[in-house]
């Protein structure tokens, strides 16, 4: 599975990514047994997830407008992804 690509949006202060394996799975929600934001480095803010069968997984990936450009979110999210999946242990937001 491929790891979705920063976008910028709208007058949003932040940029984001979606994981789009949750956005498509319409039932997630009724899953989802913690939630939180944290930010994982400078301008960079991830939402955490954990699912009632203890699946860890990233909902959304938001970079700062005031350190990222929309083509910097792009090179961080594709040189550091990997890292972060890593690092939270995560099984749903795997690269292929």
Not at 7 to 35: K, L, M, W, Y
Not at 85 to 92: A, D, F, I, P, V
């Amino acid at each position: 599975m491929l790891a979705a690509a920063p976008t910028q949006e709208g007058e949003n202060e932040d940029s984001d990514t979606s994981n789009p394996e949750c956005d498509s799975d319409d039932n997630v929600a009724d899953q989802v047994d913690a939630e939180w934001a944290e930010q994982y480095a400078p301008g960079v803010y991830l939402t955490l997830m954990v699912l009632r069968d203890g699946t860890k997984d990233i909902q959304r990936v938001h970079f700062s407008r005031k350190r990222f450009s929309e083509r910097q979110a792009n090179i961080w999210w594709s040189e550091n992804h990997e890292k972060v999946c890593e690092e939270y242990k995560l099984s749903r937001f795997a690269v292929s």
